[in-house]
């Protein structure tokens, strides 16, 4: 079975600065992908980036970027220049590739705070 | 609107009674998931649908846990004789059947209260 750890349940930056989110996991799957989604307060969860684990290069989109240790297997999320509307629950995910696309592992979560 | 829709958003009911939740996807997506959020939890996958086919069901779906997609098209969740312990946000989510996308658009959640 897969896990996946979020070690810091609450985080705060200023806005404008840069900060950086870990999330660890567990499983002995090759292929699988990883997701960061990010769940602002009473709204619906939105996919924020992802990562294919077969692909060394790490994925960016916009200010958001991650730091890809597969050997480590360690999946940290970097948001740059952070704004107010960054402020949220972010949940890592893990999913088995190979066509399952069935259910998501999710970590317990971190709230971020952007503070002006 | 074109996402993930469900309803109602908030439902408090009385220890013993039923409720029923609905969700209607993305329509193009063939894929439909449900999970559950407690607070201070990331959300647990309960079951999964493809097309009209209940596909997976996690051992956190009981006996009074039933969900249903006859259509194809919409869901529901239907929970017996609730407890307290069944309090939580109920989140669907949607997804095409293209293996490469691996995607999962979520709705806004059904918040469950049991008293």
Same mark, same amino acid.
């Given at each position: 079975?897969? $896990?996946?750890?979020?070690?810091? &349940?609450?985080?705060?930056v200023?806005?404008?600065?840069t900060? #950086? ?5 567990? $499983? ?15 709204r619906?969860? !939105? ?8 692909k060394q290069?790490?994925?960016?989109e916009?200010?958001? +970027?991650?730091n ?5 297997? +360690? @999946?940290?999320?970097?948001?740059s220049? =952070?704004?107010?509307?960054? $402020? ?9 590739s190979?066509g ?5 592992? @999710?970590?317990k979560? #971190? *709230?971020?705070?952007? /503070?002006? | 609107? #074109? ?8 439902? !408090?009911t009385?220890?013993?009674? /039923?409720?029923t939740?609905?969700c ?7 894929r *439909? ?5 407690? %607070?201070g939890?990331?959300p ?8 009209e ?5 996690s051992?956190? %779906?009981?006996?009074? @846990?039933?969900?249903?997609? &006859?259509k194809? +098209?919409f ?5 017996q ?5 069944? =309090?939580a946000?109920y989140?669907?989510? =949607?997804? &095409?059947?293209?293996a490469?996308?691996? !995607? ?5 959640? #059904?918040?469950? =209260?049991? %008293?």
């Amino acid at each position: 079975a897969q $896990t996946v750890t979020q070690s810091q &349940p609450e985080m705060s930056v200023q806005e404008a600065e840069t900060v #950086t989110l870990s999330c660890t996991y567990d $499983t002995s799957e090759n292929n699988y992908y990883l997701f960061w989604y990010k769940q602002p307060p009473s709204r619906q969860m !939105i996919l924020v980036i992802r990562q294919e684990a077969y692909k060394q290069q790490n994925a960016t989109e916009n200010r958001f +970027s991650v730091n890809f240790q597969k050997a480590a297997k +360690s @999946f940290s999320l970097k948001i740059s220049d =952070s704004q107010l509307g960054d $402020t949220a629950m972010y949940f890592c995910a893990f999913d088995r590739s190979g066509g399952s696309n069935y259910k998501l592992t @999710f970590g317990k979560g #971190t *709230l971020l705070t952007v /503070n002006p | 609107d #074109t996402g993930v829709s469900q309803d109602p958003r908030h439902k !408090i009911t009385k220890r013993g009674q /039923n409720v029923t939740f609905r969700c209607d996807p993305i329509s193009e997506h063939n894929r *439909l998931y449900w999970y559950r959020q407690t %607070l201070g939890q990331g959300p647990e996958f309960l079951t999964y649908f493809q097309n009209e086919a209940q596909l997976e069901k996690s051992r956190l %779906l009981s006996d009074r @846990f039933s969900a249903e997609r &006859p259509k194809g +098209s919409f869901s529901t969740l239907e929970i017996q004789r609730t407890e307290q312990g069944d =309090s939580a946000m109920y989140l669907c989510a =949607s997804s &095409p059947q293209d293996a490469g996308e691996n !995607i999962q658009y979520f709705g806004a959640g #059904t918040r469950l =209260s049991v %008293l």
